[in-house]
């Protein structure tokens, strides 16, 4: 099996990609919810895997600095897929992570053909008013373009000389005659990722990345290129303890002993150093030091002049449903509320949905209704019941037979219209100062 992103098919089978990819089980929901973040998203499920997020929680319980990057490609009207991602980046921006937001202008002009002017108009009027709207806070958060920032596509250059065709092939099915703009998307998404941890950008620090599960392949290689910048790597040792491993031939007493200094200031003082094994051991480290160690030989790196990136880490989350029972897309309105509908439109959208209703009333009566077949059943879940007693209501009467499927998919629709009213006065409301200073030149 293979993740596909750019394929518009979708992934069913959540526990298989788990279990084929090595993604790792989601289950920091309840823990974040019980420093008072709320967020739908994270405590159901809907985001059901993740990468490397360990890393995130040590950074949020000991309140050190993380960041949080995530991209949309610019392909017309924000719906509710797209609020699903901003949701969560809400969420983790109350957790104190500082925010940066990809424009995939030349992934959408490599893969669709898109201008980047027209990326532009739609990334400004449909996303970023979209991303205020929602409750981004502007004072920890920006938006760039890919086009524009310099950082980015240099790094995409400068990790390409890390990764073969070969490699790209496997990872994405690439073939000769894939055009090489396409080929080099993924490389600049790596830019993306990575370029957070410049000095410029503020160095290198745990970097969370929230994504539909059909990013995956970009994470992958993502760290895998992070860990080729890195001149250390650190390991668990099998008599316990850790171990820091030096990758370049070049200089190995010296690249000791600076890790030795670095990580005697930062509390790891007690080392032994193996010059022949190019390692430095450390005997009374934890297991769970190792990201500690990691980051203070990250910044060593770094401060030397090298990238020192940390891999990233990343979640992944379920995708919704189309009102019509197959993709979202942003190209065909009737799959789809879309942030700018009009309460006509959206209301008629949503009665027309896909539901798991039975062949009649009666039946439904005397069997209940398939809650996890409907599509405003996600709609509940991901977006319109954040009360868990309200939601658990809703799927009760359903798989009862208590409600059918007219009066409930009413409901949905009374709040969806009430969300977009509210939401319309909140887009309203922003002045072109705020959209300004969130958007970056470059
Ligand atoms: N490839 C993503 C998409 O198809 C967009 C994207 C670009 C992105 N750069 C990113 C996502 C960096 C996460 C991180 O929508």
Redesign the pocket.
Known sequence: MRID?WASRQYADYARLRDEFGIEPFDAGPRIAARGVRSPLLSRGVVFGHRGFDRIERAIERGQPWAL?????PSGNFHLGHKMVMDQVRAYQELGADVTL?V?DI?AYATRGMSLERAREIAIDQYVRNYLALGLDPERAQVYF?SRRAAVKDLAWKVGRKVNWTTMQAIYGFEGETNMGHALAPLV?VG??LHVQLPRYGGPRPVL?P?GVD?DP?LRLTRDLADATRVYSVKLVKEGGLGVFVGPDDDVPGRLKAARQALSKAGFADSKENVAYKALYLPHAAPDDVTDVDLVLAKLESAAGAFGFLAPSATYHRFMTGLTGDKMSSSRPETSVFLTDDEATARKKVMGAKTGGRATAEEQRRLGAEWDKCVVAEMYTYHLAPDEADLAEKHEKCVTGARLCGPCKGIAADRVVAFLKEHKERRDAIDDKTLASVVRED
């Open positions: 992103p990057l995530t991209g949309l490609m990809a995939a992934e890919q998404q993306d990722i990345v994504v990013q970009h």
